[in-house]
């Protein structure tokens, strides 16, 4: 079967370093997505890792391993509008564009 | 600015009724995707589209239909509204390049009663 998985809920403080945690089993991979979710708004488009290693983005990074199934989310200098829900997604492979997604990682921080 | 945006918002409905939800996006993206969001099943594929004309069914395709007569817009109808269908829907398009970077609408929020 597909499956990804994530924790539920994670806490920080603000200026701080946190780490989400993907782990994936999909029948084929062409490419891991993050998005963030504010509650009671639309995911948008964070991050996009297809080959293995680290792509940084300002304060946020994503780290891929195809091997390992495994995928982290890293956010620096933790600000109170990074409280959000963390979501993973993976797109299959060849013609199959379609995303399956893990639940979410609930991320609080606090000053 | 190119958009993508949902209507109703908001929307009380009452068992066996139809509904239909609006999704129109100014992208000129090819694809577009209908989920719900609930809690604790996150991101559900409801129908989804590659073009004009053509749908696809999504994992929780039943009782929903879509249609693509244009590039622009993809509306979902339930055809007899249950209240297990109350949830968040999510409209998204995608350019269909090597990204695929889904682009959401707002949302809407469907309460049937």
């Known amino acids: 079967g597909q499956n990804i998985d994530q924790p539920t809920e994670m806490t920080a403080t603000e200026g701080a370093i946190v780490q989400i945690n993907c782990t994936y089993q999909?029948?084929?991979?062409?490419?891991l997505f993050w998005y963030q979710q504010h509650a009671g708004e639309a995911p948008t488009f964070l991050s996009y890792n297809v080959l293995d290693g680290l792509e940084e983005k300002g304060r946020f990074s994503s780290f891929l391993s195809r091997s390992k199934g495994y995928s982290y989310l890293l956010l620096k200098e933790l600000q109170m509008k990074d409280s959000a829900s963390y979501l993973c997604a993976v797109r299959g492979a060849g013609n199959n564009r379609k995303l399956i997604w893990g639940l979410g990682t609930s991320l609080a921080v606090n000053p | 600015d190119a958009e993508i945006t949902q209507s109703p918002r908001h929307k009380i409905t009452e068992t066996g009724r139809q509904v239909t939800l609006a999704c129109h996006q100014t992208w000129n993206h090819n694809n577009m995707f209908w989920y719900r969001q609930d809690l604790g099943h996150g991101l559900r594929l409801i129908h989804y589209?590659?073009?004009?004309?053509?749908?696809n069914k999504g994992e929780v395709s039943d009782g929903y239909s879509v249609s693509r007569s244009n590039t622009e817009d993809l509306p979902l109808t339930l055809e007899s509204a249950a209240s297990s269908q109350t949830s968040v829907y999510f409209c998204?398009?995608?350019?269909?390049?090597?990204?695929?970077?889904?682009?959401f609408g707002e949302g809407s929020r469907l309460t049937v009663l």
């Open positions: 589209s590659y073009g004009v004309h053509d749908t």
């Open positions: 998204a398009s995608s350019s269909g390049s090597n990204t695929g970077e889904l682009f």
């Open positions: 999909t029948s084929g991979f062409n490419g």
